[in-house]
């Protein structure tokens, strides 16, 4: 059989038949330039993880892509997802793309392709690092999809792509720009805010992992300036910043579904939180939302600066000692609303947590203060048992005042809450506020056998979905970007945080009818998929990230095999390679 292989391929002496590992050289060389090492991203600068440089055998990958063809052809299901991998895609790019972008092996930059974008268009990104001004995620001005359609871009691999500021731009920046979508891509270390909506209206950012603005007036996530019904869905932000998730000055409609948030450190003048609820916009959505403050980032002793990097010279300027924060706000807190005070804000099915070892400078988790039209609701705001956390509190839920007398609010709601004092003072809620089943205790145990924050009589009831303000059967567990998050934060330096064990831990189990025993990820949200190189074979049989559907859960312990990334690495190929190698026939 392999000569008969090899007979169709022409004479061996054929001056068009090059040397297998020459041409495995040059397809690696023009279709992967991302390094081989896996980079850690932090915003000093890309880091190499020295411990993982290897190579990979590219005989033995050719005989695995065709094991995992033939196993990807027996499962139907599979075989669909890899089609339509490609067929999603009307232009790819990679970070030293030079080709039209009409196919993975011939992609074009990301600038490229807003010369030929219109509405309905999907551009596909290769795996890798883009870090030059032709590598962000930033349309011309006036360039917009259309209800219905919108311009996509997304990445092949979740995950598997990294766009860096280096901080010197914005890796994601819309600004006069409709109805897109931007999806599976990791962005970090911006010149200003990370993931950046200004002037734009009806925009998508689903399963983005962001860190690290800049140490100014920035956020992680911003929506700005009369951009309205924005979504920010399955996303990820931690790092330095003022905030997390910021929506202001007519960024109305937002809706932040199914996002978690850690809030690391800020030098700057101005409040600081990992969510804000108003500020000078309205209608905003939060739901399924998860918060928490590490502080982690904060210098032991700094001059507080203004938004231009200089000494800040106004109130509460000067130098800062024992890691203080000017203005901690809270978790979820507000700026305020210099007009109309009737927000029209909803907090749903959220979590505000600190941990024991964490550095959490704000005097309360979740805050609310000289405002009307709010509903806060099955949401949970808790510290963790073993910490020191005097004098602060769980909920500090004010009306059209800053303490609990009735200012004259008349439509402010606090229902199904949940609050774990530990050592604090617990919560504190306005005489204004309408209230039904709140749950004080000091931790989980204040709950009765058979009962949890996730399904109970008393308290909130954190199972299932919301989806646009309303309570779904979709369970909410494991938490969807769990490993999207573990995975990228490694890339950024950090430790990695596993959102569904710490919940877990602070919580209790999580029931089976909410998720707690699924390994499967909910079947109408794509699954995580597989890191895949972006580089063609020599023989077709896989081009770029043509597996980038199959679900990790499935069986395809071939095609993790045939990978060969550092990210992938298998003691069965380290073998291969320190065999020795057969005779060419």
Known sequence: MRRAIRRTRGPRSSPLIRPRRAIANRLRSQYDPAPRTPIIETAAGPKAMRSATWRCPFRFRRFLTALAVAALASRPGAAKAVAESISRCDYYA????????????????????????SPGKTLCLLNGVYNDAQGMIDPPAGLSGLSGSPITIKALNDGGVLITGHATRHPILLSNNDWFVVEGVNACCSGGTVVLMSRSSHNIIRRVAAWDAADGNESIFGVHYHGDHNLLEDVAGWGVARKIYDSSEGGDFTT???????WEGSHVVGPKMVYTLAYNNYHMLVENAIGTWSGEKMNQTYVLLDYSGQPWLGTDGGTYTNYRVNQPYGIFAIDGLS????????????????GKTDTFSAPREILFTDIDSVEIKDTVAAYAPGGTYSGKHTF?????????????????????????????????????????????????????EGSSVYVADQGANLCHQYVDGNLTDRPLWPWLMNQRIKEAMIQSGRAPLDV?????????????????????????????????????????????????????????????????????KVSVLERARSAPSRPRR
């Not at 793309?97 to 600038?111: D, E, M, Q, W, Y």
């Not at 949940?418 to 309408?434: E, P």
């Open 396 to 448: 500090a839920l004010y009306g059209l005042t800053t303490n609990i007398a009735n200012g004259g609010e008349t439509n402010v709601r606090a229902l199904n809450l949940t609050s774990f004092s530990a050592d604090s003072l617990g919560d504190q809620i306005g005489k204004g506020w309408q209230q039904a089943n709140i749950l004080r205790g000091r931790s989980a145990t204040a709950y009765t």
């Open 500 to 568: 569904t064990a710490t919940i877990t831990q602070l919580f209790g189990p999580i029931p089976a009818d909410c998720g707690g025993d699924s390994q499967q990820f909910k079947p109408d949200v794509p699954p995580r998929t597989i890191d895949l190189p972006n580089r063609p074979r020599n023989h077709g049989w896989i081009i770029g990230g043509a597996l980038g559907a199959v679900s990790t859960t499935e069986e395809t312990q071939a095609v993790k095999i045939l990978l060969c990334t550092a990210a992938e």
């Open 256 to 262: 932040i579904r199914r996002a978690w948030g850690r």
């Open 94 to 117: 990679a970070p030293a793309g030079a080709g039209n972008g009409l196919s993975p092996t011939a992609p074009f930059r990301i600038a490229d392709f807003w010369g030929v974008a």
């Open 339 to 354: 007009g109309d005070k009737n927000a029209r804000t909803k907090l749903l099915g959220s979590i505000a947590y600190v």
